[in-house]
Nanobody, 120 residues
């Protein structure tokens, strides 16, 4: 499976960018899709995940601000980011897997991710 993430950039605090990630290749194995992020202060962490049936899971730090969605027909997952804070700055990586908990490089390479920089 190949993942192509896009949509990051330099954003002011309070901004609302949307990230996209399209999956291609052996996508029949995909149930869960989602996002991890690598920030300067933390190890890579799960931000949000969504299953093909629409079940979601969010990190506590983004609940109420980020919304994950997906278009199964397009094998694409989105992350709508609202009320961004400087601590949201990091590289956001798309991930897939059989479950949200198991999403990761076993099923598709992290790739380069997309940088999100939040200015205060």
């Amino acid at each position: 499976v190949q993942l192509q993430a896009s949509g990051g950039g330099l954003v002011q605090a309070g901004g609302s960018p949307r990230l996209s990630c399209a999956a291609s290749g052996s996508i029949f194995s995909i149930n869960a899709m989602g996002w991890y992020r690598q920030t300067p202060r933390k190890q890579r962490e799960l931000v949000a995940g969504i299953t093909s049936s629409g079940s979601t899971n969010y990190a506590d730090s983004v609940k109420g601000r980020f919304t994950i969605s997906r278009d199964n027909a397009k094998n694409t997952v989105y992350l709508q980011m609202n009320s961004l804070k400087p601590e949201d700055t990091g590289v956001y990586y798309c991930a897939v897997g059989p479950t949200i908990a198991t999403m990761g490089p076993r099923f598709a390479s992290w790739g380069q991710g997309t940088q999100v920089t939040v200015s205060s």
